[in-house]
């Protein structure tokens, strides 16, 4: 197992994320209801690797990335990093997987602490998780925002100061100051002007290169995905509905979902956006208080069919690499043995 | 099309706020002209003034602390530099209308949405309640609304982000408008729910033969969208001309650099090149084109403001340099 997993990095098994639903007064009957917002979930990720989460707010693709890295209560599942049972560490073992594990969250103008200067909140990790003196601090500190693409003396400024790019860069040098191995990137576009979000995502790429880190990112942006993702791993409603390496799902989508979100996403030439289908999909994503029986997109599902309301589909394989949740595929060619996802590499 | 009737005429417009670090020019000197029936992208990053300019087309700008001028500002034949406040009641939600892209703030949590949009009615035709009623579910109907009789009766928390802008776009029509302001509809909505919105919009505009103006920050959206584009960079438009021209061969650098800068979909093995720098500070005074410090192609002749100028069939750029390097 040990020898053919070399180079595994992360490995989630079954991760559930459940939060309890709205408030219920205790003498009304029933139970407290139970918003699933991560039900189940199964991913690998190997060492230099970049991962995406796509799907639409409420699928859990930012709750799976909090769960990874246990910054949500009540996680259950198996998270396995680098050997640490990340789920069950505690003292140390914890706080060496937080120096390993780091977040860049979406809204730089929310994440950075408005009352400090950026030498502090940069340097906030090292004060935390090492012994480095102060001027050792403000060395490493000046040497990340260079890393990042910033001068060194943004180190005295206040975020307020700086612009949602700039911000950007300091929320990643902070995330790289303990040189981890893996980074979740939550969104870390969306609130950027589009001609900063080309830069933020070339500096990625720069710093996996550097550093060899490996990448959760987060996002709804297909395009963007793509550009950088190694594989994927489409979301709806707190479950995988397909995933597979990025070149396979983009080439091939096998869950109508993710052919429905690849047909909506808007692509930048007026020739082609007229000669393609407009099929746009009905309706919105259900409630994760309430989710849909049996496969819990369709409702939604323009081949939905008797038993889709009925039984939940599981991962198969849908071709290469690639699996998908979605009854369709027993319809069509003869659905390949579970012995697929055993021998994924 | 010179034969359509114009709906809306901007020359020259400036407008600038009074900031704590100073003046802020949000707009310094746009024109352009929106004939009936067509689809006109207004694209920038923020900042750039592309909001500004729209609020400034239906005189939304609070009075104090800004200045507005401009040469022309006529709205549906109403020149709102000079229009009494009993005018411009008139015109808003009547000829014509806006939508925001919050629609949670845009709408009234208090009350049921079938009030709010029958407000919109009655505010612009003499209707009884009976009438008024039939009208707004008649119109939650068209915006697709699924069984209106008994969502009239909600109120909006009790519908989904892209439900809400339907039924801000339900009160848009209320006014059957010659002019529909979207400043960015979907920026808040899913991806699935975008194209949802853009079909509905796209519909509409074929129904009602009304003009929208599309104010975005995504290119790919206007491609799906627009017929004509104006793309505007600190203020100013710097680039015009009809979707296909454009985007087919983008004649000044900031767009083809906007161009170049984003991933698309349908090509996995595109390298995108990012544009280097920020974009200006409003506050900024500038001397020459606003893009300079960030272009590739600058030179000594970027240093004197460049003006629109016709390059290409249905096309016109602001660039010194358009025809060497383009």
Same mark, same amino acid.
């Given at each position: ?345 | ?49 592309? /909001?500004?300019? @729209?609020?400034?087309?239906?005189? $939304? =700008?609070?009075? &104090?602390?800004?200045?507005?001028? *401009?040469?022309? %500002? ?117 991806? /699935?729910?975008? @194209?949802?919105?853009?079909?509905? $919009? =796209?519909?509409? &505009?074929?129904?009602?033969?009304? *003009?929208?103006? %599309? ?112």
């Amino acid at each position: 197992m040990t020898g053919r997993n070399a180079g595994l990095l992360l490995s989630v098994r079954e991760l559930r994320v459940h939060y309890p639903g709205p408030y219920r007064a205790p003498w009304r009957r029933g139970e407290q209801a139970v918003v699933r917002a991560v039900d189940g979930i199964s991913l690998e990720l190997h060492d230099g690797e970049t991962l995406g989460l796509v799907g639409e707010s409420g699928c859990g693709k930012t709750t799976t990335g909090l769960g990874i890295l246990r910054l949500v209560p009540s996680v259950a599942g198996e998270v396995v990093f680098d050997g640490t049972n990340v789920l069950a560490a505690r003292g140390r073992e914890l706080i060496a997987f937080r120096r390993r594990a780091q977040i860049v969250f979406q809204d730089p103008y929310a994440s950075l602490h408005p009352r400090k200067r950026i030498d502090a909140i940069v340097g906030e990790p090292f004060e935390l998780h090492t012994d480095l003196s102060r001027s050792q601090r403000r060395a490493a500190v000046e040497e990340l925002l260079t890393q990042v693409g910033l001068q060194a003396a943004t180190a005295d400024r206040y975020s307020r100061e700086l612009s949602g790019g700039q911000r950007q860069r300091v929320a990643i040098a902070r995330a790289l100051a303990l040189k981890p191995r893996l980074i979740v990137l939550d969104e870390p576009l969306s609130a950027l002007d589009v001609s900063i979000r080309a830069q933020i995502l070339e500096l990625l790429g720069h710093l996996q290169n550097e550093f060899g880190l490996t990448y959760i990112f987060i996002s709804h942006d297909l395009a963007v995905v793509q550009a950088i993702c190694d594989s994927v791993c489409i979301m709806y409603l707190g479950r995988i509905v397909e995933h597979g390496p990025t070149s396979e799902i983009f080439a091939a989508p096998a869950h109508p979902y993710t052919q429905a979100l690849l047909e909506a996403a808007p692509i930048p030439d007026p020739e082609i956006e007229a000669r393609r289908a407009r099929i746009s999909i009905p309706g919105d994503v259900p409630s994760a208080l309430n989710p849909p029986s049996g496969c819990a997109f369709h409702p939604r599902c323009r081949h939905a069919l008797p038993v889709c309301t009925e039984l939940e589909p599981t991962l198969k394989c849908s071709g290469g690499q690639s699996f998908a949740a979605c009854h369709l595929l027993d319809q069509t060619a003869p659905a390949p043995t579970k012995a697929g996802v055993a021998a994924r590499p | 099309m010179p034969t359509e009737p114009t709906v809306a005429e901007v020359e020259n417009l400036r407008v600038s706020f009074a900031t704590a670090a100073g003046t802020a020019m949000a707009v310094r000197g746009v024109s352009f002209s929106i004939v009936r029936g067509e689809t006109v992208g207004l694209v920038g990053e923020s900042g750039s003034g592309k /909001t500004v300019t @729209a609020l400034s087309l239906m005189k $939304l =700008l609070p009075q &104090r602390g800004v200045r507005l001028e *401009a040469d022309r %500002l006529s709205v549906m034949g109403t020149d709102l530099r000079t229009a009494s406040s009993a005018q411009l009641r008139a015109l808003r939600g009547g000829k014509a209308a806006m939508i925001f892209q919050n629609p949670l703030r845009s709408l009234t949590p208090t009350r049921r949405v079938g009030g709010q949009v029958g407000e919109a009615v009655r505010k612009h035709e003499q209707a009884s309640r009976s009438e008024a009623t039939a009208k707004v579910i008649d119109l939650l109907r068209r915006v697709g609304i699924p069984d209106p009789e008994r969502r009239a009766r909600d109120y909006p928390h009790q519908f989904s982000g892209g439900q809400r802008q339907r039924i801000m776009i339900a009160m848009a029509l209320a006014g059957s408008p010659e002019l529909l302001i979207a400043d960015e509809p979907t920026t808040a909505l899913d991806v /699935t729910t975008q @194209a949802q919105i853009f079909d509905l $919009l =796209l519909d509409l &505009r074929a129904e009602f033969g009304m *003009a929208v103006l %599309l104010i975005t920050h995504d290119l790919s959206i206007v491609a799906r969208v627009c017929g004509r584009v104006l793309v505007m960079y600190a203020g100013r438009i710097i680039e015009e001309g009809t979707v296909g021209a454009i985007f087919a061969r983008p004649r000044h650098p900031y767009t083809a650099g906007l161009l170049a800068s984003i991933p698309r979909v349908d090509q996995p093995a595109r390298k995108i090149k990012p544009i280097r720098g920020a974009p200006l500070d409003a506050t900024e005074r500038v001397e020459g084109c606003a893009f300079r410090p960030r272009c590739p192609h600058a030179a000594d002749a970027c240093s004197k403001q460049p003006s629109l100028e016709v390059i290409g069939p249905q096309q016109r750029a602001a660039c010194w340099r358009a025809r060497e390097v383009t």
